[in-house]
């Protein structure tokens, strides 16, 4: 057995190597971030909240909380919802828009020892029917600002219990008097995250007290928040995500950083709200990263606050790195995380790291590569992702309860490491193409695509074939402004990849479909 020591912060990144079967030459891998310190049994509402004071907590438009007035606001919004019926351990759905009221009616849900079950307000009524049907809500919490598909998805004799947010404000919700707050274990679930469904269905992940709180400490283990600096944290991400929950809002709160809030996804707009409102922190999507790339009238200087710059939730593209940097002066770090890991599993924040790298697993997180057959491929190689810590879901929620893979969890995504323990993500299992027995990874083949000049995005799908079994095909978006000839955008990937891996055939699309946070739906190509 051999052990490979780099570092993570002034935290130590062990590898550790060990023979597997009886091959004498072969190795295993098994990343781990070091030790992250368990947590007492505690209320994730009671730690967000802990420190109250004068300091600015939440910035939304015009608007302003401080810490002691937002945890005033949960403290009467807890008394509301239990006045409304709201108990310990039923399910809450949380149907609200990108502002502060969303965060004050989940922290009293999870407040009052209950789950909160965001829900995306966008979605088409037939869907969140579907959803509400198959999470069996004892109650709904609907902003009716953000939901306008109302009246089509309330007249409907399956809808839940409903308390309804006033036009603006949060009408009587936070006219009750304060309810305490709920004890609750580490194993008590605080919230059902539905996955995002690229593949097929969503599920509803169930992330405990305990699950949030450690992803939280393994952040903050790291210092990627100075303690002695004012912080700032853009949030422009979906709340009902993982990364727009967890990653901003939590990790916000739990920082005591300041949340600056918008959806408005817009060059000019963006860089006036970093300016003004000095933010440090800017988590975003690749494709709101995307769009910064190419928007007019934007000036370096309006971000020279921004400390950590950072992409997660979908694989950020080479070009559109390059191209943030070049024109913003904005180094952009990359993460990695799933709904069922609590977010962030890898972060190459403060690291050098080779391009595509996610970095290193974080404090806390067991990392194996396996291939095919359960064993655990070499460095170097690509095997699934395994990963096992207490940041990770118990399982999912279905009418027959919870439901539980193992002590591993199998990602579905393909990676490597390398000597230093850095990990980079290949692909989706579910995605890998086989053409005539040789394996087809999508994404290798858009990277080859985008580098293209008159190709801004594109998405590389299976299709039958009855002499290959599967052949490559591909949809791309034009760059602005440009024309794609596909004969020419062929021959340019025969000249950078074999030949079994070059598309068959280039569909010319105006957008991919896309998730709410920027993943492409690839069962929809």
Partial sequence: MARIEARHGDRPLVVTLWPFGTTESGFGTIVQGAGCAQIPPVNLTARLLAHSSDETAIVCGDRRLSRAELGELVARARGGLAAAGVARGQR?????????????????????????????PRSPAAELRRELVELDLHHLVLDGDAVS???????????????????????????????????????DPAVFLLTSGTAGPSRPAVLTHQNLSISLDSVLSTGAFDPATPQAVLCIV??????????????????????????????????????????????????????????DGLDASSFGSVQIAFSGAARLDRSVRDAVEARLGLRIAEGYGLTET????????????????????????????????????LIGDVGEVWVRGPMVSPGYWTADGLTNDGDWFRTGDLAVVNDDGFLSIVDRIKDLIIVSGFN???????????????????????????????????????????????????????RQLARYKVPRRIEIATALPETAIGKVKRREL
Avoid at 92 to 112: K, N, P, S, T, W
């Fill in 440 to 494: 087809v990874h999508p994404i290798e083949v858009e990277r080859v695509l985008v580098e293209h000049p008159t190709v801004v995005r594109a998405a590389v799908v299976s299709e039958p074939d009855d002499r290959t079994g599967e052949c490559v095909v591909a949809h791309v978006v034009p760059a602005a402004g440009a024309t794609v000839d596909v004969a020419e955008l062929i021959r340019h990937c025969d």
């Fill in 238 to 295: 979906p709340m009902f995500h993982v990364f727009g929950l967890n990653v901003t809002i939590h990790l916000a709160l739990a920082a005591q950083a300041t949340i600056v809030m918008t959806e408005q996804v817009d060059g000019v707009h963006l860089a006036g709200l970093v300016e003004a409102e000095h933010i440090t922190i800017l988590p975003a999507p690749p494709n709101l990263w995307a769009m910064l790339a190419e928007a």
């Fill in 92 to 120: 809450v759905g949380l149907l609200g828009g990108h502002d502060e009221r969303f965060i004050v009616v989940h922290l009293a849900v999870v407040g009052l020892g209950a789950v909160t079950v965001p829900l995306n």
């Fill in 149 to 187: 598909m109302e009246a089509d998805l309330l007249d409907w004799t399956g809808a839940p219990p409903l308390v309804q947010l006033g036009a603006g404000g949060f009408g009587d919700l936070t006219a009750a008097e304060p309810a305490a707050i709920e004890e609750c274990g580490p194993d």
């Fill in 342 to 377: 609590s977010a962030i599993l890898a972060s190459s924040v403060g690291h050098e790291v080779p391009v595509g790298s996610v970095g290193p697993p974080m404090p806390g997180v067991e990392v194996r590569l396996v291939d095919e057959m359960g064993a655990d491929v």
